[in-house]
């Protein structure tokens, strides 16, 4: 696939949980579209929200001049860049705020569009898209937060957390991402401490039933028509972490990632369709990656979608495109011919 010379700006940073892995992974993305002849902008927010427009910057980059976020988004209008490839990941840039702003503004920028971003990033909202359609789920709870900071309080929620769901449980804040603010306690009081814990960083938990088995995540791809291309499905195998963490994300060595993943072919294609499922269901556009659990009875059960999946060296969804003939270049070339759509 060819695109004309574009004018682009890669937006990334952000006052998130992940600013550091955007910064990363938005290196890779300005210096490859660089590297195929795209007039490339490097639009770095840092994490008080300001924003620093670098023509011929790097990724993270300070500007003499950072500009609050309306002026920004005036300066990008002004440029006339052809479209925005956000390179933001967690609340901020991924949830929906930044692609509302883009809409208004009249900018075109990469991924799913404002409601689709918002829905994937709020996991509780998204279970229920995915219950709407019969897309399989793990038994939940949702926990307000109101008077968890008392470790009596903390306890009896627990304790009613673990008659419903079981040990070990797994407890998450609602919308953050790269298993930022996850932990998976394995009896009665290290549920009430993570709850303890947990419970300042949102004004609800999503708790859910821990379902044993081998984890997998399935890449969505549109093709030039339109389609959608379900990727090869890559099995996910912490080395030392309990699960899929933040260290066992992006420390190298800290997670065996097999492509393809070593099911079945009856398996690989269910859960690659499930990707498909949640992708349709959320409305998302352009690129997805949907975290799946493949019980041992074969049984698959959807975490969650990704509206922005990570393009570092080490992350899933470049992998996924590699085994499927799909390079660096290429898939990045993908996700802005979709957006030009």
Known sequence: MHLPHLRVAVLHGGPSSEHDISVWSSRGVIDTLRGLGHETH???????????????????????????????????????????????????????????????????????????????????????????????VARAQELRTAGLDGAGEALAAAKDLVEELGLPVVIKVPAGGSSVGVEIPRDLDAVAGALQRLAPLAANLLCEQYIAGTELTAGVLERADGSLEALPLVEIAPVKADFFDYSAKYQPGGTDEIVPARIDAAATAAVQALGIRAHVALGCQGVSRTDVILRADGAPFVLETNTLPGLTPASLLPKAAAAAGCDYATLLTRILAAALR
């Open 42 to 136: 490097a639009v770095f927010v840092d994490r008080a929200g300001l924003w620093h427009l670098a023509p011929t910057g790097n990724a993270g980059e300070i500007s003499p001049s950072p500009l609050p976020i309306l002026e920004a988004v005036a300066a990008l209008q002004a440029l006339a860049v052809d479209v925005c490839f956000l390179g933001f990941h967690g609340t901020y840039g991924e949830d929906g705020r930044i692609q509302a702003l883009l809409d208004l503004a009249g900018l075109r920028y990469t991924g799913s569009h404002t409601t689709a971003s918002a829905v994937a990033m709020d996991k509780p909202l998204a279970r229920r898209v995915f219950q709407g359609v019969g897309i399989p």
